[in-house]
């Protein structure tokens, strides 16, 4: 054989990491670990313990404590107790215990890799050099946040006690991104790794002792299903933080529905992967090894969609099927294997229906010419091409190796079948032409945008999904705000003139004097519903009194029914693109002409005001423009950063307006929330159905005649009034309604989270009088960040 036919043909002999270390581990436990309570470690009150196997060999590797509802509450217990320290700890301590994790990650990280690569069947390579390297980054960049909260967060305050659940396909890092931010700003955590995959979690409970982690902080209990339902449901859990499946995560916004309890979400996923015909295609079937190979395509953001344009699409292929050709599925502990095992039988049977349905519903099926190994969980690397659109394999998380292949011809195309999902989680876009990548990325939506690269991770970059991917991010500082609220300190007197600098308008405003009015509002008028940027008759045909506090009469507004909300949905979708579009310039100056014919009406706003609610119309008409005029003020400054990520690269988070928003405002201050409220979610892009107080409805019914003297686009702010909770139901379960913003009862909380879990849509919970909510939380709450992140180099 001469050397070139060597170096043609060289085969790969077997190169495997040693299993020693880790099985020496667990045998020095027994083979079986209890529950970590209190900085301890015990039997679970059931004792009833379950086995973790290896899926590469079917194996049992150990034995692990079943944490039933008793257990749940001792933990929950504990964290509390330690709440009390841990959130007085200052900053910089905290810092520091975060950096002995991160370090006591590093210096155990082979025994890391190797021990999760055993219990979940990951390919060591990427245990060793992609999962347990992130975990120590991402303690590192946390302890940098404890340090800087003080300074950075000022003025918030940690949540108390967190119960994280996380899922099996990144045992170690999932535990690090929800460890490490809650840690940081003074929580402190029970969390439940997943049933299949315990392993890496318990070694880590040991590192917590290890470092002299105060008892409590860190709590981790095994168990199944039952166990994480426990923890949603324990009254004591201020938060819950969860990664798994769209299925689970509708359960538990069910479940935590009016509780109070904060809730992040990051769900599945069906990301595209587009290529366009000017693509470097070499590179872009490498990124696709990495986008649906990567971890056996058990990734929430896997690119599982290739989207492709047609006059390339058969070249790609192609190329395609020859990389797949030499793909080498295998022992999971070899450093040579590319694919490992899939995690557990059950996962294995889920990838082979859905691909014989993909073969039944007429896809084309290829798969390389060898076989997997016999023994253990293995799936082949799998290409479907001629998929149609609306077929399973093109709608389904799959979570295995499969890729389902379909063409586009146009831009818009690409954008449509990209966006033709319930999921918005990440989408990965090829092209040498960064104006066109940087276009389609704005038009995506998803959470995280790759372009001309994929799968790429960082503690500095957000991460986390648009509709039924879940909300709330991880990473960055944009995913410090689901471990804070805001701290308790006496709310500023916005209200109080005496303690305001008036502003510009309402200087130009005429006095007035409350207790001398003399306006009365004629009670003739039925004001009507503002739907499209018309005004419009109840679809009911009935309408509603409003009455002063006094009992008298002061009008009547339209009865809106289920009928009116959707057509304000409708006009509110139709508006969005163009109001999206809009440049931030724009909306601001239609924000400031907002407020210019407002106070034009100052003193007819002012007595409406004071007869609707008894208060100083004055003031709070006063009050009104100066929201406006932050509003305003916000849309062309509400930026966004680029995360110093650690390659070359700029990450760019940009936040984004949400979509079509519910508003349901609160009964105090009407004229006020609806300026802070709707006029901030405006101002940052997003159209509005408005639903008025219904103590206070006339105000905002008052106010559309304002609106349409102020070039606000027709349907871009809809107004239905009526029946709060009733519209509110509608609201949440409508499916193109993106975001619910509810003031109201607590009853009223229950039933719109609950009815939001339809397509996971975002909600914001505020009660119906006492302080509205600041400006900057409100600029949070009308956003979701974007993270892009586009690699330079020649
Ligand atoms: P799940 O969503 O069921 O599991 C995620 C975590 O939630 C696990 O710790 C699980 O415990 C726990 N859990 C299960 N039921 C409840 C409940 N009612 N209340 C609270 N916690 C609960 O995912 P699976 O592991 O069952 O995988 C099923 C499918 O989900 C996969 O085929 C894949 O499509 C998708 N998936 C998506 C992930 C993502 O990151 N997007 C991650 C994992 C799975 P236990 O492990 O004991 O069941």
Same mark, same amino acid.
């Given at each position: 054989?001469?050397?070139?036919?060597?170096m043609?043909?060289?085969?790969?002999?077997?190169?495997?990491?040693?299993?020693? #270390?880790?099985?020496?581990?667990?045998?020095? *436990?027994?083979?079986?670990?209890?529950?970590?309570?209190?900085?301890?470690?015990?039997?679970?009150?059931s004792?009833?313990?379950?086995a973790t196997?290896?899926?590469?060999?079917?194996?049992?590797?150990?034995?692990?404590?079943?944490?039933?509802?008793?257990?749940?509450?001792?933990?929950?217990?504990?964290?509390?107790?330690?709440f009390?320290?841990?959130?007085?700890?200052?900053?910089?301590?905290?810092?520091?215990?975060?950096?002995?994790?991160?370090?006591?990650?590093?210096?155990?990280?082979? %025994?890391?890799?190797?021990?999760?690569?055993?219990?979940?069947?990951?390919?060591?390579?990427?245990?060793?050099?992609?999962?347990?390297?992130?975990?120590?980054r991402?303690?590192?960049?946390?302890?940098?946040?404890?340090? +800087?909260?003080?300074?950075?967060?000022?003025?918030?305050?940690?949540?108390?006690? &967190?119960?994280?659940?996380?899922?099996?396909?990144?045992?170690?890092?999932?535990?690090?991104?929800?460890i490490?931010?809650?840690? $940081?700003m003074?929580?402190?955590?029970?969390?439940?790794? /997943?049933?299949?995959? #315990?392993? =890496?979690? %318990?070694?880590?409970?040991?590192?917590?002792?290890?470092?002299?982690?105060?008892?409590?902080?860190?709590?981790?209990?095994?168990?199944?299903? !039952?166990?994480?339902?426990?923890?949603?449901?324990?009254?004591? &859990?201020? !938060?819950?933080?969860?990664?798994?499946?769209?299925?689970?995560?509708?359960?538990?916004?069910?479940?935590?529905?009016?509780?109070?309890?904060?809730?992040?979400?990051?769900?599945?996923?069906?990301?595209?992967?587009?290529?366009?015909?000017?693509?470097?295609?070499?590179?872009?079937?490498?990124?696709?090894?990495?986008?649906?190979w990567?971890?056996?395509?058990?990734?929430?953001?896997a690119?599982?969609?290739? @989207?492709?344009?047609?006059?390339?699409?058969?070249?790609?292929?192609?190329?395609?099927?020859?990389?797949m050709?030499?793909?080498? &599925?295998?022992?999971?502990?070899?450093?040579?294997?590319?694919?490992?095992?899939?995690?557990?039988?059950?996962?294995?049977?889920?990838?082979?229906?859905?691909?014989?349905?993909?073969?039944?519903?007429?896809?084309?099926?290829?798969q390389?010419?060898?076989?997997?190994?016999?023994?253990?969980?293995?799936?082949?690397?799998?290409?479907?091409?001629?998929?149609?659109?609306?077929?399973?394999?093109?709608?389904?998380?799959?979570?295995?190796?499969?890729?389902?292949?379909?063409?586009?011809?146009?831009?818009?195309e690409?954008?449509?079948?990209?966006?033709?999902?319930?999921?918005?989680?990440?989408?990965?876009?090829w092209?040498?032409d960064i104006?066109?990548?940087?276009?389609?990325?704005?038009?995506?939506?998803?959470?995280?945008?790759?372009?001309?690269?994929?799968n790429?991770?960082? /503690?500095?970059?957000?991460?986390?999904?648009?509709?039924?991917?879940?909300?709330?991010?991880?990473?960055?500082k944009?995913?410090?705000?689901?471990?804070?609220k805001?701290?308790?300190?006496?709310h500023?007197?916005?209200?109080s003139?005496?303690?305001?600098a008036p502003?510009?308008?309402?200087?130009?405003?005429?006095? +007035?004097?409350?207790?001398?009015?003399?306006?009365?509002?004629?009670?003739?008028?039925?004001?009507?519903?503002?739907?499209g940027?018309?005004?419009?008759?109840?679809?009911?045909?009935y309408?509603?009194?409003v009455?002063?506090?006094?009992?008298?009469?002061?009008?009547?507004?339209? @009865?809106?029914?289920?009928?009116d909300?959707?057509?304000?949905?409708?006009?509110?979708?139709?508006?969005?693109? /163009?109001?999206r579009?809009?440049?931030?310039?724009?909306r601001?100056?239609?924000?400031?002409?907002?407020?210019?014919?407002?106070?034009?009406?100052?003193?007819?706003?002012?007595h409406?005001?004071?007869?609707?609610?008894?208060?100083?119309? *004055?003031?709070?008409?006063?009050?009104?423009?100066?929201?406006?005029?932050?509003?305003?003020?916000?849309?062309? !400054?509400?930026?966004?950063?680029?995360?110093?990520?650690?390659?070359?690269?700029?990450?760019?988070?940009?936040?984004?307006?949400?979509?079509?928003?519910?508003?349901?405002?609160?009964?105090?201050?009407?004229?006020?929330?609806?300026?802070?409220l709707?006029?901030?979610?405006?101002?940052?892009?997003?159209?509005?159905?408005?639903?008025?107080?219904?103590?206070?409805?006339?105000?905002?019914?008052?106010f559309?005649?304002? %609106?349409?003297?102020?070039?606000?686009?027709?349907?871009?702010?809809?107004?239905?009034?009526?029946?709060?909770?009733?519209?509110?139901? =509608?609201?949440?379960?409508?499916?193109?309604?993106?975001?619910?913003?509810?003031?109201g009862p607590? $009853?009223?909380?229950?039933?719109?989270?609950?009815?939001?879990?339809?397509?996971?849509?975002?909600?914001?919970? +505020?009660l119906?009088?006492?302080? +509205?909510?600041?400006?900057?939380?409100?600029?949070?709450?009308?956003?979701q960040?974007?993270?892009?992140?586009?690699?330079?180099?020649?």
């Open positions: 054989m001469t050397l070139t036919e060597l043609e043909t060289l085969p790969y002999g077997p190169a495997p990491e040693a299993a020693q #270390p880790a099985l020496d581990w667990l045998k020095a *436990h027994q083979g079986k670990f209890g529950l970590f309570i209190g900085g301890k470690w015990r039997d679970p009150a004792q009833e313990w379950f196997l290896n899926p590469a060999n079917a194996q049992k590797l150990a034995e692990v404590a079943q944490a039933s509802a008793v257990d749940v509450d001792e933990a929950v217990k504990a964290a509390r107790k330690a009390i320290g841990w959130s007085q700890t200052p900053g910089h301590v905290r810092a520091r215990y975060l950096y002995a994790m991160a370090r006591q990650v590093q210096k155990h990280a082979r %025994l890391f890799a190797v021990l999760e690569t055993l219990d979940n069947g990951k390919p060591i390579r990427e245990t060793r050099d992609i999962d347990i390297p992130l975990v120590a991402h303690f590192y960049y946390h302890a940098g946040w404890a340090q +800087l909260m003080e300074s950075e967060l000022a003025g918030y305050a940690p949540l108390g006690v &967190v119960g994280q659940i996380i899922p099996w396909n990144f045992p170690l890092l999932m535990l690090s991104w929800k490490a931010p809650a840690l $940081a003074g929580n402190t955590v029970v969390l439940k790794p /997943a049933e299949f995959t #315990p392993l =890496t979690a %318990l070694l880590f409970a040991e590192i917590c002792q290890s470092i002299g982690l105060p008892p409590g902080v860190v709590n981790i209990l095994t168990g199944d299903g !039952k166990t994480g339902a426990a923890l949603v449901e324990h009254p004591g &859990v201020d !938060k819950i933080a969860f990664t798994g499946s769209t299925e689970v995560g509708r359960l538990i916004r069910k479940a935590t529905a009016g509780s109070g309890k904060k809730l992040s979400l990051e769900l599945g996923g069906k990301s595209p992967f587009l290529v366009f015909e000017d693509a470097d295609l070499d590179s872009a079937v490498e990124g696709v090894v990495d986008a649906i990567f971890n056996q395509g058990q990734v929430c953001c690119g599982s969609r290739l @989207l492709v344009q047609e006059g390339i699409a058969e070249r790609m292929y192609t190329k395609l099927r020859a990389r050709e030499k793909l080498r &599925v295998g022992n999971p502990l070899d450093k040579a294997v590319d694919i490992g095992a899939i995690v557990a039988p059950v996962q294995l049977q889920k990838i082979q229906q859905l691909v014989q349905k993909g073969v039944e519903e007429g896809a084309r099926l290829w390389p010419s060898w076989a997997v190994p016999s023994e253990g969980c293995f799936y082949p690397p799998t290409l479907f091409t001629e998929v149609a659109p609306a077929s399973t394999i093109a709608q389904e998380e799959i979570f295995g190796p499969v890729l389902a292949a379909l063409t586009f011809r146009t831009p818009e690409a954008v449509r079948l990209a966006n033709n999902t319930r999921y918005g989680l990440a989408a990965s876009i092209s040498e104006n066109l990548a940087l276009d389609i990325a704005t038009q995506i939506k998803a959470g995280t945008i790759w372009i001309n690269s994929t790429l991770f960082d /503690a500095a970059s957000g991460f986390g999904g648009y509709r039924e991917s879940g909300f709330g991010r991880e990473g960055g944009e995913g410090l705000w689901e471990y804070v805001k701290a308790e300190s006496p500023p007197k916005a209200q003139r005496k303690t305001r502003s510009r308008a309402a200087k130009e405003t005429p006095s +007035l004097q409350p207790a001398t009015f003399s306006f009365q509002p004629p009670i003739d008028r039925t004001a009507k519903l503002f739907i940027g018309r005004q419009a008759r109840p679809d009911s045909g309408s509603k009194a009455y002063a506090p006094d009992g008298q009469l002061l009008g009547e507004v339209g @009865l809106g029914n289920r009928k909300i959707r057509n304000a949905v409708e006009a509110a979708r139709a508006a969005f693109e /163009a109001w579009k809009a440049s931030a310039h724009n601001a100056q239609i924000l400031y002409f907002l407020a210019e014919n407002l106070s034009e009406r100052a003193e007819e706003f002012g409406r005001i004071h007869a609707q609610t008894g208060q100083d119309g *004055h003031a709070e008409v006063e009050a009104a423009l100066e929201a406006l005029f932050t509003a305003a003020a916000w849309a062309d !400054k509400y930026e966004g950063v680029v995360h110093p990520t650690p390659i070359r690269n700029v990450t760019l988070a940009i936040p984004e307006p949400i979509g079509v928003m519910g508003i349901l405002c609160p009964d105090d201050q009407p004229l006020l929330a609806l300026a802070r709707a006029g901030t979610a405006l101002a940052l892009g997003n159209t509005l159905v408005v639903v008025p107080s219904p103590l206070a409805p006339l105000v905002a019914t008052d559309y005649q304002v %609106l349409e003297t102020s070039d606000i686009p027709a349907g871009t702010f809809n107004i239905v009034t009526g029946e709060r909770d009733e519209l509110a139901k =509608t609201l949440a379960e409508h499916d193109d309604v993106d975001a619910v913003w509810y003031a607590q $009853a009223g909380h229950a039933l719109v989270e609950r009815a939001s879990a339809g397509n996971m849509k975002r909600t914001w919970m +505020l119906p009088s006492g302080p +509205l909510p600041n400006t900057d939380e409100i600029l949070r709450q009308a956003t960040v974007k993270n892009i992140w586009v690699p330079y180099g020649a």
